[in-house]
């Protein structure tokens, strides 16, 4: 039932009433917000329109995800091997590449996604 105050509000042009649509993970009764990149995930980096993603709370074993030209690919920080997914051969050697300069830097982002901990970008590839 609205109150009062939402009536009056309703009767002004082009009143809208406030909804808070920030992302939110909710753990342990207390919410979280993070940072996040395009369609809710964490971008850690981008370079010849390659986009990095690693997700928030991720099923093991350590991985990031790589976006280029509609296609993704997932890629295992342990050992760089293709998880699931393609891309063209082009872009997987520029991934591979780039997480091999960065694989520490990556195991770190993957622990602090793991931690609900804000992700660092991590330096493109150049």
Same mark, same amino acid.
């Given at each position: 039932?609205? /109150? ?9 042009? %082009? ?13 342990? /009764?207390?919410?979280?917000?993070? *940072?996040? /990149?395009?369609? %809710?995930?964490?971008? $850690?980096?981008?370079?010849? %329109? $390659?986009?990095?993603? $690693? ?42 590449? *780039? ?10 982002? *993957? ?8 992700? %660092?970008? $991590?330096?493109?590839?150049?």
């Amino acid at each position: 039932m609205p /109150g009062l105050g939402d009536a009056v509000c309703q009767r002004r042009e %082009g009143y809208r009433p406030y909804r808070d649509t920030t992302p939110k993970r909710y753990l342990l /009764g207390r919410h979280v917000e993070a *940072w996040r /990149g395009e369609e %809710g995930l964490p971008k $850690i980096s981008e370079f010849f %329109g $390659i986009a990095i993603y $690693i997700y928030w709370r991720e099923h093991p074993p350590p991985h990031f995800h790589a976006r280029y030209a509609g296609d993704e690919v997932l890629i295992s920080i342990d050992d760089l091997s293709v998880l699931e997914g393609s891309v063209s051969p082009r872009a997987l050697g520029l991934i591979i590449e *780039w997480a091999t300069l960065h694989q520490n830097e990556l195991l770190t982002a *993957w622990a602090d996604a793991e931690a609900l901990r804000p992700l %660092g970008k $991590i330096e493109p590839l150049r």
